[in-house]
């Protein structure tokens, strides 16, 4: 069964840093555009990163912009989501997916509904 791995959440301060890493079960990840979206419970899923299968073209949300940072290490099969200067609104289950189609750019929306396997999310909590 296809699907992906996150890994990386955790309790962190205000002001603090994480990386989330993102690794895939039963394929390759380097013919496919990345999306890290997060969720809080009662409210929609927010796409809030995307990375273009060779890396080369990124994608992210107003609202983590100049804060978190992603990248693809395809020789190691991996995705990963800097993310600094954390805030207690980016409180969140945190997921990585891998678009529908092989060789999709990002678009400027990432939405949902343009990817298919997902991980189960890392949950990430910032609060002192």
């Known amino acids: 069964q296809l699907g992906l791995v996150e890994s990386g959440g955790g309790l962190v301060q205000p002001g603090g840093s994480l990386r989330l890493s993102c690794a895939p079960s039963g394929f390759t990840l380097e013919y496919y555009a990345i999306g890290w979206f997060r969720q809080v419970p009662g409210k929609e899923r927010e796409g809030i990163s995307c990375?273009?299968?060779?890396?080369?073209?990124?994608t992210y949300a107003d609202s983590v912009k100049g804060r978190f940072t992603i990248s693809r290490d395809n020789a190691k099969n991996t995705v990963y989501l800097q993310m600094n200067s954390l805030k207690p609104e980016d409180t969140a289950n945190y997921f990585c997916a891998a678009d529908d189609l092989v060789g999709r750019l990002c678009t400027d929306q990432i939405s949902a509904a343009d990817f298919g396997a997902w991980g189960q999310g890392t949950q990430v909590t910032v609060s002192s």
């Open positions: 990375v273009s299968p060779s890396g080369g073209s990124t």
